[in-house]
């Protein structure tokens, strides 16, 4: 299982910081991508990091604003949103993919997952 935290509700311009535990595998063979889901909307991919954690990608609506990173000594990867804005209040879950150690991989594409967490609701409002 995928275990998300750290949603919250902040105001517009303030910053979070979500995070993605494995509980009972080892996320280093794994590719991991944040995904977000706003009421009325279909899912969208935010963010994704490889095996290789210098391979990751970001949706253009967070690009320079969001941070993607691991630590595989915790079995968790993180998710810093900064500089956030209305827009982005959805719940964020995170998702595994099986890409193999040391890989460039990242599917961006949620069909390509199938280990997911529960969601964590990021709500920003004044």
């Known amino acids: 299982d995928l275990v998300e935290s750290g949603g919250d509700l902040v105001q517009p311009g303030g910053s979070l910081t979500l995070s993605c535990r494995a509980a009972d595998f080892n996320l280093d063979y794994y590719a991991i991508a944040w995904f977000r889901q706003a009421p009325g909307k279909e899912r969208e991919a935010v963010s994704c990091i490889s095996t290789n954690p210098s391979s990751t990608f970001y949706a253009d609506a967070v690009k320079g604003r969001f941070t993607i990173s691991r630590d595989n000594a915790k079995n968790t990867v993180y998710l810093n949103l900064a500089n956030l804005k209305p827009e982005a209040t959805a719940v964020y879950s995170c998702?595994?993919?099986?890409?193999?150690?040391?890989?460039?991989?990242?599917?961006?594409?949620?069909?390509?997952?199938?280990?997911w967490g529960q969601g964590t609701q990021v709500t920003i409002t004044s």
């Open positions: 998702a595994a993919n099986p890409v193999g150690y040391s890989s460039t991989k990242c599917p961006f594409s949620h069909y390509q997952y199938d280990y």
